[in-house]
């Protein structure tokens, strides 16, 4: 043997030790046994950079090294921990993907922190912690019927909406901003939404009408409260798109409504809209109409209530 040094053993015939020193033999509790083949070895191969050696037997009852995070990381506290192994302690390494893990640890702890402080914020839709572009999706329960052809419908809507809110510190701002906000809103985007219906009477006539159509966001958040409530544009300008129902070939409709959505969680609100729909050539022309006349547009009237996830 060259010299003494303290080892760490990786298996019951393999032993580690730092640096590169080549050695004759390696003692363990089950004796010594001669050195048979040695190389270099890193983590998380080993406690660190160093040489490996294979000696002729099994001389030390101990499970193979851990390669995986926790028990690497495991197993390197012990060694730290034991006060015959101080000469170790310089070479010893962390796991190579410690670094990635402490990362992501304080990742998970900063939104930890910023989940706890929103919780603790005031109930209302103004709050930096919806600042930016966000995914909207809602889903409503509707009530409808049908201006000339009459009938009572019931169905839902479902909306993926994409909208950008103003910065709260923005909309916490009074001065200068009750015009535009009044005519544009703070929540300005688009959604996509399909409604379907379904007669509840026994008239033949439309027994289920299915719609999908493009609708502009443009949403006012009153002030500090729960409430957020349409803007002057948001129901002037109307949802555009098709509309088909049972007995009658695919058309186009224009529709026109009101939505207020109420916080009553953080992540939950309550969404109530009345909408009007204009819908082109639903309605047959009288027998005594002009030839070439286009068929008269028909009129429907919903309310919708559901729940959306802001």
Same mark, same amino acid.
Request: with cysteine.
């Given at each position: 043997?060259?010299?003494?040094?303290?080892?760490?053993?990786?298996?019951?015939?393999?032993?580690?030790?730092?640096?590169?020193?080549?050695?004759?033999?390696?003692?363990?509790?089950?004796?010594?046994?001669?050195?048979?083949?040695?190389?270099?070895?890193?983590?998380?191969?080993?406690?660190?950079?160093?040489?490996?050696?294979?000696?002729?037997?099994?001389?030390?009852?101990?499970?193979?090294?851990?390669?995986?995070?926790?028990?690497?990381?495991?197993?390197?506290?012990?060694?730290?921990?034991?006060?015959?192994?101080?000469?170790?302690?310089?070479?010893?390494?962390?796991?190579?993907?410690?670094?990635?893990?402490?990362?992501?640890?304080?990742?998970?702890?900063?939104?930890?922190?910023?989940?706890?402080?929103?919780?603790?914020?005031?109930?209302?839709?103004?709050?930096?912690?919806?600042?930016?572009?966000?995914?909207?999706?809602?889903?409503?329960?509707?009530?409808?019927?049908?201006?000339?052809?009459?009938?009572?419908?019931?169905?839902?809507?479902?909306?993926?909406?994409?909208?950008?809110?103003?910065?709260?510190?923005?909309?916490?701002?009074?001065?200068?901003?009750?015009?535009?906000?009044?005519?544009?809103?703070?929540?300005?985007? %688009?959604? *996509?939404?399909?409604?379907? @219906?379904?007669?509840? !009477? #026994? /008239?033949?006539?439309?027994?289920?009408?299915? &719609?999908?159509?493009?609708?502009?966001?443009?949403?006012?958040?009153?002030?500090?409260?729960?409430?957020?409530?349409?803007?002057?544009?948001?129901?002037?300008?109307?949802?555009?798109?098709?509309?088909?129902?049972?007995?009658?070939?695919?058309?186009?409709?224009?529709?026109?409504?009101?939505?207020?959505?109420?916080?009553?969680?953080?992540?939950?609100?309550?969404?109530?809209?009345?909408? %009007?729909? *204009?819908?082109?050539?639903? @309605?047959?022309?009288? !027998? #005594? /109409?002009?030839?070439?006349?286009?068929?008269? &547009?028909?009129?429907?009237?919903?309310?919708?209530?559901?729940?959306?996830?802001?």
């Amino acid at each position: 043997m060259t010299g003494e040094s303290p080892a760490v053993w990786l298996g019951s015939d393999r032993v580690w030790t730092p640096g590169g020193s080549s050695f004759l033999s390696a003692c363990g509790a089950g004796g010594c046994a001669p050195v048979i083949a040695s190389g270099l070895c890193e983590a998380p191969s080993c406690p660190g950079r160093g040489g490996v050696h294979r000696v002729a037997r099994g001389v030390a009852p101990v499970s193979d090294w851990p390669t995986d995070y926790d028990g690497f990381t495991r197993e390197r506290e012990a060694l730290i921990a034991d006060p015959e192994l101080v000469a170790l302690r310089p070479h010893l390494v962390t796991h190579p993907e410690h670094a990635a893990r402490q990362a992501e640890a304080a990742r998970s702890r900063a939104a930890e922190e910023r989940e706890q402080r929103r919780r603790a914020e005031d109930l209302r839709w103004v709050s930096r912690h919806r600042d930016g572009d966000r995914l909207e999706l809602a889903l409503s329960a509707d009530l409808a019927t049908l201006a000339e052809l009459g009938g009572s419908f019931a169905g839902g809507t479902a909306s993926v909406g994409y909208v950008a809110v103003l910065p709260a510190r923005d909309a916490d701002e009074d001065g200068g901003h009750f015009l535009p906000t009044f005519l544009f809103g703070d929540v300005l985007g %688009v959604a *996509l939404r399909v409604h379907a @219906l379904a007669r509840l !009477d #026994d /008239a033949p006539a439309a027994r289920w009408i299915t &719609a999908i159509g493009l609708a502009p966001v443009l949403e006012n958040r009153f002030e500090d409260s729960v409430v957020r409530m349409p803007t002057f544009w948001g129901t002037a300008v109307p949802e555009v798109g098709a509309i088909l129902r049972s007995d009658t070939d695919v058309t186009w409709y224009v529709a026109w409504d009101a939505p207020f959505s109420f916080l009553v969680d953080h992540d939950l609100a309550i969404d109530v809209a009345a909408r %009007v729909f *204009l819908i082109d050539e639903w @309605l047959e022309l009288p !027998d #005594d /109409a002009e030839e070439g006349q286009d068929d008269p &547009a028909e009129v429907l009237l919903m309310l919708s209530v559901g729940a959306r996830l802001p």
